[in-house]
């Protein structure tokens, strides 16, 4: 039903038409947040699902993560790729079908981050995605996901996620460590975002 969502040119042409409503164009503040604090995340090996045009991926290797950024759009990568250069910081970028990650990166991650991947994922395959992410993390890895939109609005980019649907798959694979509103949101995200960090067991 959602086959298009599958494809890499479904997304490139959202960017390369500006359809891509859910882009910051700068990395996501909350997420810049808690890396400053390290109270829960510590520099790593960290892997970004969906990472769009990398900014987190620059901001957190700024601040000494060894990043991988995933992500099937060309022209998000390429942006990404060429931010990254200006910025002076190594970022692995790989234009990739994140479902296809062969064993060569399993168990490789400290930390996977997620931000409005899951609410662009093909609801059929909500739960083959957390399973990937939990075959990406390390023992003891942790999935840092930041939820988004969860006002479960049929529009949103571009599904609404429900909270209660995202933990009962995630805790089939990992243990919940936080879950919080309490975050520096954006203006018109505010409420409707929701912080979670889950465990590997």
């Not at 892997?47 to 700024?62: N, P, Q, S, T």
């Not at 479902?99 to 490789?108: A, G, N, P, R």
């Not at 996977?112 to 395959?125: H, K, L, S, W």
Request: hydrophobic residues 40%; aromatic residues 14%; negative net charge.
């Amino acid at each position: 039903m959602f086959k298009a969502l599958d494809t890499a040119a479904y997304w490139d042409e959202k960017y390369l038409n500006n359809e891509a409503n859910w882009d910051l164009k700068s990395a996501n503040p909350v997420f810049e947040d808690l890396i400053k604090q390290s109270e829960f995340v510590a520099p790593g090996k960290l892997l970004i699902a969906g990472c769009g045009r990398g900014y987190d991926a620059v901001m957190a290797a700024k601040y000494g993560y060894d990043v991988t950024a995933v992500d099937f759009s060309v022209s998000a990568v390429e942006f990404g790729k060429n931010l990254a250069n200006n910025e002076a910081v190594n970022v692995n970028f790989l234009t990739e079908d994140i479902f296809l990650l062969d064993e060569e990166y399993f168990e490789q991650y400290d930390y996977v981050y997620e931000y409005v991947t899951y609410c662009a994922i093909n609801p059929e395959r909500r739960e083959e995605y957390i399973k990937k992410i939990s075959s990406l993390l390390k023992p003891s890895g942790k999935l840092i996901a930041f939820l988004f939109p969860t006002d479960i609005r049929h529009d949103g980019p571009p599904f609404g996620i429900d909270i209660k649907e995202f933990y009962r798959i995630a805790s089939k694979y990992f243990k919940l460590e936080i879950s919080t509103k309490k975050i520096k949101s954006i203006k018109p995200r505010a409420g409707r975002e929701v912080l979670q960090i889950y465990i590997k067991p």
